[in-house]
């Protein structure tokens, strides 16, 4: 425990009142002797630099809860299953900064649940560079990320109600080893229709201009 404090930059009170608190695993016994390992040393440096970040003991226990009851990665992503996206790795306080201030325990369970974050031992792993990026650039245009992840799971009920249409569709008029080829023109028919509906939507919301 002292190696481990040490290591950590803290106190063996603090070490104690973490594991107390549940925000570390309990070490690995042999007899009286108690081992800690890098994962232990992880969660410390974690717990540091997300208390640097403004977050509470409390709140970092919460994330910590939803962090750990998350998918492992191999069950999120589906090993073996083709994949246009890039998965990215993060620490948790590379999350945090990703989207400062936003990274609760509910946002955070709400992401795992969806399938957008998943765990790899001590790192995060985004499912997709795409909506990552995207996803913070509305956080800092001001929309709560709450309120992205909803969007998410919204949009993921037209986008699976979509890829079923294609796929019949092709597969009705197409060999099967055609369908993963002609992917991409399914693709532009969406972007095509969406940017028409936006047109449109965003003539309906601006209404006839003012003398």
Do not use: C
Not at 34 to 51: F, G, K, P, S, V
Not at 139 to 167: I, K, S
Not at 177 to 196: G, I, N, T
Request: net charge negative.
């Amino acid at each position: 425990m002292e190696e481990l404090a040490s290591q950590a930059g803290i106190t063996v009170r603090t070490l104690r009142f973490y594991r107390e608190r549940g925000l570390i695993q309990p070490p690995r016994r042999e007899g009286r002797i108690a081992w800690y390992d890098e994962h232990h040393l992880a969660r410390l440096r974690t717990i540091a630099a997300l208390l640097e970040r403004g977050h509470t003991l409390n709140g970092i226990a919460d994330l910590a809860t939803a962090f750990e009851s998350g998918r492992d990665v191999g069950e999120v992503l589906g090993l073996g299953e083709p994949t246009e996206e890039t998965p990215v790795r993060l620490s948790p306080e590379e999350l945090a900064d990703y989207f400062e201030g936003e990274v609760t325990p509910e946002n955070l369970a709400a992401a795992l649940d969806l399938g957008y974050l998943a765990t790899d031992g001590d790192e995060i792993v985004h499912i997709s560079r795409r909506l990552l990026d995207v996803s913070a650039a509305l956080v800092r245009e001001g929309v709560p990320l709450a309120a992205v992840l909803d969007a998410g799971r919204r949009v993921r009920t037209h986008a699976e109600a979509l890829a079923d249409l294609f796929v019949e569709v092709l597969s009705a008029h197409t060999a099967a080893s055609d369908v993963e080829k002609l992917r991409p023109l399914a693709k532009s028919v969406v972007e095509a229709e969406l940017s028409m509906a936006l047109d449109r939507r965003l003539r309906d919301t601006s209404g006839p201009a003012g003398d």
